[in-house]
C-alpha cells in the first residue's frame, strides 16, 4: 500500500514538472524566439515612450482619432479588469447608456444618421478590451476626421482598406480595423500633410 501511493507521489510530481514547468517554459521559450513582438504584449512605443498595445483597445477621446469600442472593463479599457456589461438587452442602465453612446455618436459624426451607425461602435465587446472594430465603423467615422485634418476622404478611405485585417487562417471571424494601428497610419499621415496639428493631437508621438 504504502510502495503504490509512493509511485502515485513520485507519478504526480513527474506530470506536474512535465505538464507545469518545462511546457511552460518550451511554449514560452518558442513565443519569445519565434514571436518576441506577440510574445511580449504587442506592445507599441514611439520616442521610447509606451503608448499602448495592438492587443488591447484604447480610449481615443480626440475627434481628430477613429474611435474604438465602448468599455465596460472596470472604468473602462482596464487590462487587468477584463470584462463585459454583463447587462440583458432589456437592462434599464444598459439601454439608458446605450442611448448616450448613440446620441454622443451622432452629435460627433452629423453626418451619420441614427440607422446608419454599425453596432460594435456603440457597444462594448466581450471582453471589454477589443481593438478591433468592423470595417463600416471606421469607415463611417471618416466624413468627421475629414473635415477636421482637411485630408481627402478618398485617401481616409485608402487608409482604413490598407489596415484591413481579414479572417484568421482565411476562415474564422470577420475582416475588423486594429484602431491602434489604424491611428498611428493616421498619424503618419497627419505628420505628413499638417505638423503643426499632428503636433497638437499627437503629443505622445512627438519627442
Not at 507599441?44 to 480626440?62: A, D, P, T
Not at 473602462?76 to 446605450?98: H, L, Q, V
Not at 490598407?162 to 484568421?168: D, E, I
Request: hydrophobic fraction near 40%; proline fraction near 4%; glycine fraction near 12%.
Amino acid at each position: 500500500m504504502i510502495k503504490e501511493l509512493i509511485k502515485m507521489i513520485k507519478l504526480t510530481l513527474l506530470l506536474y514538472v512535465i505538464c507545469s514547468l518545462a511546457y511552460t517554459f518550451f511554449i514560452w521559450g518558442i513565443g519569445k524566439i519565434a514571436f518576441p513582438f506577440q510574445a511580449g504584449g504587442s506592445i507599441v512605443h514611439r520616442n521610447s515612450k509606451l503608448i499602448g498595445s495592438f492587443l488591447i483597445g484604447e480610449k481615443f477621446i480626440s475627434p481628430y482619432l477613429f474611435n474604438g469600442r465602448p468599455s465596460y472593463a472596470a472604468k473602462g479599457y482596464n487590462g487587468t479588469r477584463s470584462s463585459g456589461s454583463n447587462y440583458a438587452p432589456t437592462n434599464g442602465k444598459y439601454i439608458s447608456r446605450e442611448k448616450k453612446l448613440i446620441n454622443k455618436f451622432l452629435e460627433e459624426n452629423p453626418a451619420v444618421k441614427k440607422g446608419q451607425i454599425p453596432v460594435d461602435i456603440i457597444t462594448g465587446s466581450g471582453s471589454g478590451l477589443g481593438s478591433y472594430i468592423s470595417v463600416a465603423a471606421a469607415l463611417i467615422q471618416v466624413p468627421r476626421i475629414s473635415l477636421l485634418t482637411g485630408m481627402s476622404k478618398s485617401k481616409l478611405d485608402g487608409l482604413v482598406k490598407k489596415t484591413v485585417s481579414g479572417r484568421q487562417f482565411g476562415i474564422f471571424g470577420t475582416p475588423g480595423v486594429n484602431t491602434v494601428r489604424l491611428n498611428l497610419k493616421l498619424a503618419a499621415m497627419l505628420k505628413k500633410k499638417n505638423n503643426k496639428l499632428f503636433k497638437k493631437v499627437f503629443r505622445g508621438l512627438t519627442a
